[in-house]
């Protein structure tokens, strides 16, 4: 067993822990999360690299959707109520396709957190994002943990008021890329640019810009563990999701403890001493500010840097990794179980390691066909089920529609020759970027004939019109029909809309009104 | 008060406020809420001076900014008149036909048409100008006095039988009752209605001799074939429409004593510009020629 004495040990408080945490008035005590290296960390860049990169440029690439739309790969163009993603574009009635992804999303992080628990806090919220975004900014100018200690303690000077200001400095900076990259999305990208910097886009871009910055600043860098703490519902949800086969960040005290400073020393003095040296790395490393070998707690947003920094000393003492580490409830029980000869002593390293040390066979570690069972089965089978619906809807949509409004007051007309004329506003939805011709045809409603205010055609049961690239077109149409073709006083026919050039048509069933005698 | 009290369980001193046992802690406000509300009160300063606030006895402060509610809807209303001052000043200057034949002109006029009618006509003629017995529709197609834009507005300008304007549009049947025999007026009658298909009781004899007093008595304005005379403004008597109504007892009715509507002339009350958007507008409802 290599000697202890070469690990470094932490004078590290979990400040935020549940037996240490003060009362809500108290003012917040602060956290110096110290540097980490190994695998989970190495994830955790690429993670926060992929999802800023896509947060970033998105707003900046481009997709033609030809002169009528556009040209702006994803663009939420509130003024003319219109959403463009890639070759989707969306109306506003056509919401539900929204709907219908934030119910996945709801769904995949059901599924996400009852089997790698909270994985999205600790890897993809934005939150957890931008704070390790700042905490870069922070150690590359104030230094690692302890010498961010040091110049917190150390009395205001030229120095410290230097390093002070030009970490809130990039901060606000990062802040303002932060809201600044946010209106990008509703708005054609480089023309906002170039507005934004010569001072004449839309007041709103400033104050969403403005609003965006002070969240970021205040949350990133100010509240930090705070937000997840008190202000973030998940925490408190989160114990629905999990049960004993999710995926936790888990210290084994059935193999750490009992846990010993001078591990060699006390065994040599012939004392039980379990694989823990009590170096504190891992509350160093904690962004949250607690201790993970107090067990699973609400603060705990399972960032696995805990595990890398217990990994790494582990490594040095040549001891197995996984001191800490991604468990199951059920496997912790099963090893504490083995540790603890079924619950009836104290821990004892010995039932769990064999005479020459190294770890019994009869340890539990993770089996990834735990990842299938009936409850994430069926939080899949939903989360398929939505997205093949949404899917299918998005493949069978229309890009035309005829929406009729009869006219109310009045709703008949008797005219000089006895023929009875109704007045209907049609609305045609061309919901493509292209113009078309249309051709509008009444189908049923014996001898009726159409006439359109403000096309000078002769009265007809069909009739041609231009209808506007991805806009509205609103005809008003007199539709008459001859007084001995009358039959009662409420007669059903419909209006057909039909591309001429390709295959869309849509059908409205509307009424015909008569009145009840004629004289 | 009675001096301090430190709560032994918590350590927290109590306002010294007891009932039944029960002592209130004094703990701090939170830091946040402290800041939040000193800087509201920072806020409602400023803003004391800046913005309208102290109520006076007729009026109140006005504040630096010179912020005014009243003056903001004033903006707003003087902007939108600016905006729409190009179509109103079009409508002024161009006759009927002219503003007809453009196309946003149009759209415009009826819009306003539509607002003046709203106030001004659906006494009469009912919110969607369906009209009832005694005042006409005017969404078919059938004029008294001629369905074009033109007639329309001259109608609307200058009225029905309206003393007041001396160009208004004059026309009086004679009362039959003192100039036909009652049996003459009840045959009229039922010839008239033949047109309406409403004489099913009446006898062929009876029709034939009321074709005969129709040509000699009714011809003259209404037409020999009945079709009515416009520049008279007589109805058209073959037609469907019927504004007293087409039974034989109402044609007779209407023979023996004529109802008159009387409609005023609008020129004087709404202005010219005004008419001619309420022409557009009726014009536009469907029957318009």
Sequence with gaps: MHDTSDIETFDATPVNSARMRQPLYAARRKIFPKRTSGQFRRFKWLVMLITLGIYYITPWLRWDRGPYAPDQGVLIDLANRRFYFFPIEIWPQEFYFIAGLLIMAGFGLFLLTSTVGRAWCGYACPQTIWVDLFLVIERAIEGDRNARIRLDGAPWSVGKLTKRLSKHAIWLAIAVATGGAWVFYFADAPALLIDLVTGQAATVAYMTIAVLTATTYIFGGLLREQVCTYMCPWPRIQAAMLDENSLTVTYNDWRGEPRSRGSKKAAAAGEVVGDCVDCNACVAVCPMGIDIREGQQLECITCALCIDACDDVMDRLGRDQGLISYTTLAEYQSNMALATAGGTTAIDPKNIRGADGTLSDKIVTFNWKKLLRPRTLIYFAAWSLVGLALLFALLTRDRLQVNVLADRNPQYVVLSDGSVRNGYTVKLLNMIPEPRTLTVTLEGLPGAEMNVVGLDLPPARSFAVEADPDQLTTLKIFVRQPREEVQGQTQHFTFTVADEAGSDSDRYDATFDAPETRR | ?289
């Design chain 2, 1 to 289: 008060m009675s001096e301090k009290h430190i709560d032994d369980y918590s350590g927290v001193e109590t306002t010294g406020h007891e009932w039944d046992g029960i002592r209130e802690l004094d703990n701090p406000m939170p830091r946040w809420w402290l800041i939040t509300w000193y800087v509201t009160i920072a806020w409602a300063l400023v803003y004391m001076v800046l913005y309208p606030a102290w109520p006076l006895v007729t009026t109140a402060t006005t504040g630096l900014l010179g912020y005014s509610s009243r003056a903001e809807i004033r903006a707003e209303l003087d902007a939108a008149e600016v905006a729409r001052a190009d179509y109103v000043a079009a409508i002024d200057s161009l006759s009927v036909e002219e503003i007809l034949a453009d196309d946003q002109l149009r759209i415009f006029a009826a819009s306003a048409g539509a607002a003046s009618f709203r106030i001004n006509c659906v006494q009469c003629h009912g919110s969607g100008a369906q009209g009832s017995p005694g005042y006409p529709n005017l969404n078919d197609d059938d004029w008294l006095w001629g369905g074009t834009v033109e007639a329309i507005r001259t109608a609307i300008a200058h009225g029905i039988r309206f003393a007041d304007d001396p160009d208004t549009r004059y026309s009086e049947m004679p009362g039959f009752a003192g100039i036909l025999e009652s049996r003459e007026i009840t045959q009229v009658s039922a010839f008239v209605a033949t047109f309406a298909g409403t004489a099913d009781t009446a006898s062929s004899e009876d029709i034939a001799a009321g074709k005969e007093i129709f040509a000699l008595n009714c011809a003259a304005c209404h037409g020999d074939d009945a079709s009515g005379n416009r520049d008279l403004g007589a109805p058209d008597l073959t037609d469907a429409i019927w504004i007293y109504g087409s039974t034989p007892a109402e044609i007779a009715a209407q023979t023996r004593a004529p109802r008159h509507g009387v409609m005023p002339g609008w020129n004087d009350r709404l202005g010219e510009s005004a008419v001619k958007e309420l022409a557009v507008y009726v014009h536009s409802l469907g029957g318009g020629e």
